[in-house]
């Protein structure tokens, strides 16, 4: 049973960094991307970024967040994420996910992420 567990969300002000982290387990996730996205009130889950396990190779929306870094140590089975100069707009709950079946080629979306965190809650104050 693939089971993804956010956590490192918090409430911070804007200006600091953050990272994420995803501990994932259950299955060998080597082959398959690991994605960030974000919901903020109101809104809808939006894709952030994602990487592929098997390499590292990184995923970024056709509009980039530049203050948005992911890496993964496949040693831990862990994925991170990296938000710096947090601006309150930044503020969401933010969920980590792995596609099936791999390398879809909808990866900018909800659809190809079969399994998900509960998410992590990252507020950001002015």
């Known amino acids: 049973q693939v089971q993804l567990v956010e956590s490192g969300g918090g409430l911070v002000q804007a200006g600091d960094s953050l990272r994420l982290s995803c501990a994932a387990s259950?299955?060998?996730?080597?082959?398959?991307?690991m994605g960030w996205f974000r919901r903020a009130p109101g809104k809808e889950r939006e894709f952030v970024v994602a990487?592929?396990?098997?390499?590292?190779?990184?995923y970024y929306p056709d509009s980039p967040k530049g203050r948005f870094t992911i890496s993964r140590d496949i040693t831990k089975n862990m994925v991170y994420l990296q938000i710096d100069s947090l601006k309150p707009e930044d503020t969401a709950v933010y969920y980590c996910?792995?596609?099936?079946?791999?390398?879809?080629?909808?990866?900018?979306?909800?659809?190809?992420?079969?399994?998900w965190g509960q998410g992590t809650q990252v507020t950001v104050s002015s």
């Open positions: 996910a792995t596609e099936s079946p791999p390398l879809s080629t909808m990866w900018k979306t909800v659809y190809a992420y079969s399994y």
């Open positions: 259950g299955r060998t996730f080597s082959g398959f991307r």
């Open positions: 990487i592929y396990w098997g390499d590292g190779t990184t």
